[in-house]
């Protein structure tokens, strides 16, 4: 466990757990947390305020390709020089489809990229963003119609409202960008290349029971519904994707009145 936790120094212990059964080791995982806790490989965590906030519910994902979400992440190389990693995941099997490393990101390179995992996988049905200028230029919009893809812009100032590639950029820093050098830009790109591979064939994912996010995608295409069905059946460790619709009622059914305002007041005395 100490070697596996030197080579990965950000997974914690039920993570580390997941990979010593890989390994063949079947070890209760409360023991695996004693030894991790005495050996002193705890990863020190920031707990963030929640903020509360009014908003619509976002819409339900029942599949893959249903909804992308994109986002930009950045960081420096030795020579000072900034970088810009691009991220197209999916929000419902949790794969990073795209992670695209450059010095800068004009709208045009952004429609190459989502274009070059279309023609890989499939084009969606959404894809969720932010309101950046590259995200809100009339090319991009313009191809967004000509593919027909809907378009989601969160509100401005509101990032949690494209929560899965907000929580996918902090184990991207936590895990690679911080913990790694960059030489150049091609050091950059061979370097988070491989986390990419390392994140959707290898790293468990506490969202999708501990599998990867290959594995449940593979799961999910092997027990896909028809075409004709609603989606139901979807294994419940998905997360959002698989919650029970708003309030499950009819929106234009009334609501039900208190008996107190059902009771007819009496009439007023006349004098």
């Known amino acids: 466990m100490i070697a596996l936790a030197r080579e990965k120094p950000r997974y914690g212990y039920r993570r580390l757990h997941v990979l010593l059964r890989r390994d ?23 707990r963030r305020r929640r903020v509360t906030r009014s908003a619509a519910p976002p819409p ?13 992440a ?12 691009l991220s197209v995941l999916d929000a419902f099997t949790r794969e990073c489809l ?28 959404r894809i969720r963003s932010d309101n950046g200028p590259e995200i809100c230029s009339r090319h991009y919009l313009a191809w967004c119609i000509e593919k027909k893809i809907a378009t989601l812009h ?16 902090g184990r991207l820093r936590d895990e690679c960008l911080n913990t790694s ?3 150049n830009l091609w050091d950059a790109r061979r370097k988070i290349a491989a986390w990419k591979e390392d994140y959707n064939g290898k790293r468990p994912h506490s969202k999708l029971g501990y599998r990867t996010p290959n594995e449940f995608a593979a799961e999910r295409k092997a027990t ?24 499950g009622l ?3 059914a009334a609501p039900a009145l208190p008996r107190s305002t059902m009771t007819a007041k009496p009439p007023s005395e006349v004098v």
């Not at 450059?102 to 989502?114: A, E, G, I, K, N």
């Not at 969160?154 to 950029?169: A, D, L």
């Not at 075409?227 to 698989?242: E, H, K, N, V």
């Open 60 to 72: 339900m994902v029942t599949a893959a390709n249903q909804e992308w979400a994109i986002d930009f």
């Open 154 to 169: 969160i509100q401005p100032g509101r990032p949690m409202q494209n929560g899965h590639v907000e929580s996918f950029h």
């Open 98 to 125: 795209a992670l695209e490393t450059d010095t800068s990101f004009p709208s045009r390179r952004v429609t190459r990229v989502l274009e070059a995992v279309i023609a890989r996988r499939g084009a969606p049905s």
């Open 74 to 85: 950045s960081d420096v190389l030795s020579s000072g020089r900034r970088i810009r990693v």
């Open 224 to 247: 896909s519904p028809s075409p004709g069905s609603d989606g139901a059946g979807a294994t419940p460790r998905q997360g959002q994707a698989l919650r029970a619709p708003f309030g």
């Open 250 to 252: 009819d929106p234009c």
């Open 181 to 183: 050098w960059f030489h």
């Open 24 to 46: 063949g080791f079947y070890i209760n995982h409360k023991r695996v947390h004693r030894v991790y806790r005495a050996a002193g490989l705890q990863v020190k965590r920031i």
